[in-house]
């Protein structure tokens, strides 16, 4: 009986038919089975209990999929050996930075600037090089399950430099249990570069583990070119990283072990960096991940309500309301399930964030392993968009706001006025997929998932804010903090004259920071947001069109070619503000 069940799901239902009168005792081999293989407690064990952090945000399991694995496909694993190929006191080792010799600094300068990060110190370091461990304490006590599901890691590239690419390859094989890389699939996205054709064919073959490289016929971008390599896909779970990324010590065990838990969770390793400058490992600290104004992706702290939910606990899941998008894995069922990406997405761009609302919304949850640590060269890219970059980027975005954002997308083309002009294309498939799986509605995202949002205040304007006597518009500039405000043509087109008012009496910028007071008491500067700062709140006067600094009474002007705060002055126009809305 027991051998039918290991083998297949089919064979189980079967032998389920036949021996009814067989129940009892199959649902007592089912049990020992459980126990013997953990599969009851794919959590994190500590000190022999376990813990769970599981209490769902979403009533029931609306997906088709179940929400655990059979534990017929789960696999035994055993750690990883500690490969030690490369020179200890090589460049390099153990994440350290690169220093040039006096003979290697122009060409490394020259390199530098052509792809924006030190090319050469990548190729002068070992493929396998050695990584510091900078997993808290705690990381390193936990227990996983004896089995968990199989990983394919799907890499998508676009003319990646050779060390660079092969060091993500490397780092993979060397610190993943054998057992659970079922395969890594690269996806060579139309790349121009000859050493990922041929070369890296005959590369691929020496490697110690099962490499399938696929090509796509045209440029697809980063969004279809992941989905061509999930369908090709066969391990339990889809991990996708980009192609210059290193995994450390202990990465994949906590990213199966919590979806195995909940197939329903979207995994994301705790990020560090690698230096552009010098390709040092760069520790980053414990964050989860917001947006500001206009979408752009941000850190943020940890709140203390997701301290409070986890209770204190640095190994626990942390939920975020968006992700970087360069690392995380999810079930490959549950990636088609609730809808992989939208295909309609061009290059690069909003498909991180389309991909943590829809989760959110739709059932699912996105969340911060804090044990898993994945670095990422965070260079910024050299390659073609294959067309106008900022027409492609506005595009994916304006998919993004008119499927997800109900009436809140209006803030954005407040933000970004001119955005609104670019068309979508054809939204009729996402939108469809939306109904279908009965997803929850924007505000409901931001209430449950980012309560911190600005996007959640309500605001009596947004757009800009006009001087009467100049003409000329209240601008942010750079919105560094501490920065004084000035006066600039108004250019309608949002960004740094785009102002948030809000109904309790900040004025917020788009990038976040909002309107406040400098040091001198007396200047009006770029501070960061603050509800319990008293020196950030005014009030507009519709009549007088005076905007007043609540905590000392003084009126917002021009002076000079600052902008300050001053006795409230009627017969100046100076004083006086027009507040227009953007959208
Ligand atoms: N990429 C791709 N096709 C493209 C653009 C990017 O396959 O048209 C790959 C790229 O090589 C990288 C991943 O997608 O592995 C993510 O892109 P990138 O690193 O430029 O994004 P960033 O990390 O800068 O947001
Ligand atoms: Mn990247």
Redesign the pocket.
């Known amino acids: 009986m027991l051998f039918s069940v290991k083998n297949s799901r089919g064979c189980f239902k079967r032998a389920m038919q036949v021996s009814k009168r067989n129940w009892l005792c199959l649902i007592l081999i089912f049990l020992l089975y459980l126990s013997l293989t953990n599969i009851s407690q794919v959590t994190y064990k500590k000190n022999g209990s376990s813990v769970s952090y599981d209490k769902s945000l979403h009533s029931n399991w609306m997906f088709k999929i179940s929400k655990n694995y059979d534990y017929i496909y789960l696999r035994e694993w055993t750690e990883p050996t500690k490969v030690i190929v490369s020179v200890s006191s090589g460049r390099g080792e153990n994440g350290t930075a690169f220093v040039p010799t006096s003979d290697e600094k122009p060409i490394m300068e020259k390199r530098l600037k052509e792809q924006h990060y030190n090319v050469l110190a990548s190729e002068k370091m070992s493929l396998r090089r050695s990584l510091p461990d900078y997993r808290f304490p705690e990381c390193r006590s936990l227990i996983y399950p004896k089995k968990l599901p199989t990983a394919t890691v799907i890499?998508?590239?676009?003319?990646?430099i050779w060390a660079t690419l092969l060091r993500t390859v490397w780092s993979i094989i060397d610190r993943s249990p054998r057992e659970l890389i079922e395969e890594i699939i690269i996806?060579?996205?139309?790349?121009t570069w000859t050493h990922l054709k041929q070369p890296l064919d005959d590369y691929a073959k020496t490697l110690p583990a099962n490499i399938k490289i696929m090509r796509t016929e045209n440029?697809?971008?980063?969004i279809r070119?992941?989905i061509k390599g999930a369908n090709m896909a066969k391990g339990n779970i889809l991990i996708f990283?980009?192609?210059?990324i290193e995994c450390t010590e202990g990465w994949l065990q906590p990213i199966l072990s919590r979806i195995a838990w909940d197939r329903s969770v979207v995994a994301v390793p705790l990020i560090d960096g690698i230096s552009t400058e010098n390709m040092g490992y760069q520790k980053f600290p414990l964050e989860i991940n917001g947006l500001h104004w206009s979408l752009i992706f941000d850190w943020m702290p940890v709140p203390e309500r997701e301290i409070i939910r986890t209770k204190h606990d640095r190994t626990a899941p942390l939920r975020t309301p968006t992700h970087?998008?360069?690392a995380f894995a999810m079930d490959r069922e549950f990636f088609f399930e609730i809808g992989s990406y939208d295909e309609g997405m061009?290059?690069?761009?909003s498909e991180?964030v389309e991909l943590a609302w829809r989760t959110w919304m739709c059932g699912g949850s996105l969340e911060i392993l804090p044990c898993s640590r994945v670095a990422?060269?965070?260079?910024?890219?050299t390659?073609s968009?294959?067309g106008n970059a900022e027409q492609i980027k506005t595009r994916n975005n304006n998919r993004l706001i008119e499927v997800w954002m109900d009436e809140f997308k209006n803030r954005i083309y407040a933000a970004y006025p001119r955005t609104k002009s670019v068309s979508p294309g054809d939204l009729t498939q996402r939108k469809n997929l939306r109904k279908q799986l009965n997803c929850k509605s924007f505000r409901w995202y931001l209430e449950n998932i980012y309560p911190e949002s600005a996007w959640f205040k309500e605001f009596i304007n947004m757009g800009s804010i006009k001087n009467v006597a100049e003409n000329k518009c209240l601008d942010a500039y750079t919105i560094k903090i501490s920065q004084n405000l000035m006066t600039y043509s108004c250019h309608n087109v949002g960004g740094a004259q785009f102002f948030a008012f809000s109904t309790s009496g900040q004025i917020m910028t788009f990038r976040d920071p909002c309107v406040g007071i400098g040091s001198d008491k007396k200047s009006v500067v770029v501070v960061k947001c603050s509800e319990t700062d008293k020196s950030q709140f005014w009030d507009y006067k519709q009549e007088e069109k005076w905007i007043v600094h609540r905590e000392s009474n003084l009126c917002m002007t021009k002076h000079e070619n600052r902008i300050i705060i001053d006795t409230c002055n009627p017969f100046d126009n100076k004083f006086k503000w027009e507040l227009k809305s953007g959208a």
């Open positions: 890499i998508v590239v676009h003319n990646e996806v060579d996205d139309a790349s440029r697809e971008g980063l070119a992941r990283l980009d192609a210059h970087i998008g360069c061009d290059i690069w761009g991180n990422h060269l965070f260079r910024s890219s390659y968009f294959d």
